[in-house]
């Protein structure tokens, strides 16, 4: 679907209202290909709208969204959304299907052949760490909570989309795994080059992930820059985080 | 008991496989009509309220209401199957409908979101996610609503709809507990087993539905097809080819005697296989059932006809009477009325023999002093009717100290004996009367018409079978009072079956 596979996201002056409520306003932000984007901000400040306006499930009241140069408006949706990965905080996996079949549902959407399916799950299961043969045929339930999250990545990596979203994917971990997880997911980022946009309440989190971190206040996008950059930021918002990062976590 | 069952066995057979019939087929139906519904409100919940608001006024709807309702419906009303299956899909679709919107709507939305973020169309996503977590509460409400169906299928007995409602019904017109039970017992059975193995399947879609998505196929397919080997067995084992004339009756004794006499005469004087639809909800189905050729005809008493069909006042004219119900059947409604069976059956206000020496009372007008101590009870058409308990209470200026309790006609007479009730609207050839020790008040004033027994027949079938109406024109005149009492009390009180009753009757007349 896309030419190559460094994409860039673009957001075009967008704003989102809904029910006469402004969520989000003139935002504009270019992401670069292969960049990782952290958007950082309060809950309640607009950040997981920006995902979904990424992958269409919602579209700008004004302004564009481009993907690859192209607005949203004018991709398939259903085709948009496969190339897009999408992990969230509560990886949402499927309680019917087992882990191989989890991580193997967008490939079978785009109904590639089974063995090809089978020889992409050993792979994704390998790349996040987890044993093929001890993980493939377990069921979510049987699964510790860092162990689920590994498999939402792998899930979202299984038909290579070139765009990852990312919603407070390690939020609800402990914090040893959450240390773990964003070590070996920077490591991963790294070596494939995918476009991230991982949003999360955590500064630590944000500046250590983050190829530039970007702060939503009500709505704004108030400050983006690299962590340099962040941190000499006089916006009130971004001084309070900063703040943050004197106490113990 | 083992006796019964004995005689018995071919009809429960056949009984039973009507039913299932009627229960099966009204459940495909309503699963291919509730559980898209449920579907499409989950898609569109601006629909939901209406949609399950719907649902559930049909269910409140009390189910002899709603195949009452559906009598003057055409093409899916009338008597028989179509309309009992109407009535029952009616029933089972809120169960269905809501059990399916429930089950979609309580996915966890984080699961239901993820799948449409990732780039599945609606209809995967209802395939692949909604459907398989949703299969063990739609398959509770396809439970519900089958069970449901089993228990309100014995009413499709009172339309014509056959099923194992007929022996229900019977034995409550006939006061025949073996009767009742051999209705009873197996719409019970049926019930719980279909409960006991859809609960199964159930339980273990619980446990696989938050793991696995395929039911191991090879075990679906052998229920599968036990099940509908079973159900086929059944509905085979009872099946008789369709018949050609098909003969009603009114819901007590005498009409179940009259109807049979009617199908054994046809019967033996023709080779037209005959059906038998007995114990119908009233003079009003009957009717119309007869008008429509669903059933090729019954006996009706001419005083009923003038005045409950015809709507005329009621006169004391027997031969008038029965001229003008003649004349306005064939112009009206096409239908034949043939001569007097013999009898007239009159209703009888009858009370107490004790009470009738203690107070001296012979005619109604002497009761009409003492009524306000007691308390009546009456068949549901004689409080409805033109010629029954409004125009008597007017004509003798009868009152009572409460309403009148509206009673089946097969248990009034015991509930007169044993003092529950103290006057009642009986019939003058009704077997209990010596027997119970009651007494029949004189119609002084000449208020009831005259109720002469006549085979009504659809003209139309007559046409097509002539020999049927050779057949009934030999009944002219051959049953008098006493005999009409005699086998009235044969059936009630001995307890012979009718079918034997009538043999016999029709050998003594060398018919």
């Known amino acids: ?249 | 008991m083992f006796a019964f069952f004995n005689q018995y066995a071919q009809e429960i057979l056949l009984h039973t496989g009507e039913h299932l019939i009627l229960v099966v087929s009204a459940m495909v139906a309503a699963i291919i009509m509730g559980i898209p519904l449920g579907i499409f409100i989950t898609r569109k919940p601006q629909y939901a309220s209406l949609v399950l608001g719907i649902a559930n006024i049909l269910q409140t709807i009390p189910s002899l209401a709603i195949f009452g309702i559906l009598i003057s419906v055409p093409y899916l009303g009338g008597i028989g199957k179509a309309p009992a299956i109407v009535a029952l899909i009616l029933y089972a679709l809120l169960p269905l409908i809501r059990n399916t919107y429930i089950g979609i709507q309580t996915i966890d939305p984080a699961i239901r979101n993820t799948g449409k973020a990732m780039g599945m169309t609606d209809w995967q996503l209802l395939v692949q996610v909604d459907l398989p977590l949703a299969s063990a509460t739609i398959l509770s409400g396809v439970r519900v609503a089958t069970v449901i169906s089993v228990g309100i299928a014995t009413i499709a007995a009172a339309i014509g709809g056959g099923g194992l409602g007929v022996f229900i019904f019977r034995g409550i017109a006939t006061v025949n507990n073996q009767l009742i039970l051999a209705g009873a017992i197996p719409s019970a059975l049926i019930a719980l087993a279909v409960d006991y193995s859809l609960g199964l399947l159930e339980k273990r879609l619980m446990q696989r539905s938050s793991r696995r998505m395929k039911i191991r196929r090879r075990s679906a397919i052998i229920w599968g097809v036990v099940t509908t080997a079973i159900i086929a067995g059944i509905v085979f084992l009872g099946w008789q080819t369709p018949p050609q004339i098909i003969i009603g009756s009114k819901n007590f004794t005498e009409q179940v005697i009259l109807g049979e006499i009617l199908a054994q005469q046809i019967e033996s004087n023709t080779n037209l296989k005959v059906d038998r639809r007995f114990n119908l909800g009233g003079t009003f189905i009957c009717h119309e059932a007869v008008k429509a050729g669903q059933i090729s005809g019954y006996v009706e008493y001419t005083g009923t006809a003038f005045t409950a069909v015809l709507k005329q006042n009621p006169i004391s004219d027997s031969q008038a009477v029965y001229s003008k119900v003649k004349q306005d059947y064939a112009q009206n409604f096409n239908l034949e009325v043939f001569p007097s069976l013999g009898f007239n059956n009159t209703f009888a206000i009858t009370i107490r023999a004790e009470d009738a020496k203690r107070y001296q009372l012979k005619t109604i007008s002497d009761t009409a002093k003492y009524t306000e101590q007691w308390q009546a009870g009456f068949g549901y058409e004689f409080l409805e009717r033109a010629d029954g308990y409004k125009g008597l209470a007017k004509t003798y200026g009868l009152k009572f100290a409460k309403p009148p309790r509206q009673m089946e006609l097969g248990l009034m007479y015991e509930a007169l004996a044993k003092k529950q009730v103290d006057l009642i609207a009986g019939d003058s050839t009704n077997g209990l009367i010596p027997v119970l020790d009651l007494f029949i008040l004189q119609d002084d004033k000449k208020y009831f018409p005259p109720y002469q027994a006549v085979p009504i027949f659809n003209r139309q079938i007559l046409q097509k079978y002539p020999e049927v109406s050779m057949a009934i024109a030999k009944l002219e005149g051959l049953i008098s009072n006493e005999e009409m009492q005699k086998m009235n009390y044969a059936v009630d009180k001995e307890k012979i079956p009718v079918e034997t009753v009538v043999k016999n009757w029709l050998k003594s007349h060398s018919l």
Not at chain 1, 228 to 233: A, G, N, P, T
Request: proline share 4%; glycine share 8%; aromatic share 8%.
């Open chain 1, 1 to 249: 679907m896309f030419e190559s596979q460094n994409v860039s996201v673009e957001f075009s002056d967008v704003s989102f209202d809904i029910n006469h409520r402004n969520i989000l306003s003139r935002l504009n932000i270019r992401i670069q290909e292969g960049e990782v984007l952290t958007l950082l901000g309060r809950s309640g400040s607009g950040k997981t709208t920006v995902l979904k306006l990424i992958n269409h499930l919602i579209q700008p009241t004004k302004g564009e969204v481009l993907i690859g140069g192209r607005t949203t408006t004018r991709w398939n949706e259903i085709e948009l959304r496969r190339n897009i990965g999408y992990v969230i905080q509560e990886t949402g996996l499927f309680p019917h299907f087992n882990v191989s079949q989890n991580i193997g549902l967008v490939p079978s959407l785009q109904k590639w052949t089974k063995p090809k399916i089978e020889s992409r799950v050993r792979e994704m299961l390998e790349l996040v760490g987890l044993d093929s043969k001890l993980f493939g045929q377990r069921y979510p339930d049987e699964l510790s909570g860092g162990q689920r999250q590994r498999v939402g990545v792998a899930r979202a990596l299984a038909a290579d989309p070139p765009i990852l979203i990312m919603d407070e994917p390690f939020a609800a971990l402990d914090p040893i795994t959450r240390l773990e997880l964003q070590q070996q997911f920077r490591a991963l980022q790294r070596m494939l080059g995918k476009t991230v946009i991982f949003v999360t309440h955590d500064i630590q989190e944000a500046f250590y992930l983050g190829n530039r971190i970007g702060l939503m206040h009500e709505g704004k996008l108030v400050t983006l820059g690299t962590r340099d950059e962040f941190l000499k930021s006089s916006h009130p918002e971004a001084r309070a985080f900063i703040a943050c990062l004197d106490y113990p976590t």
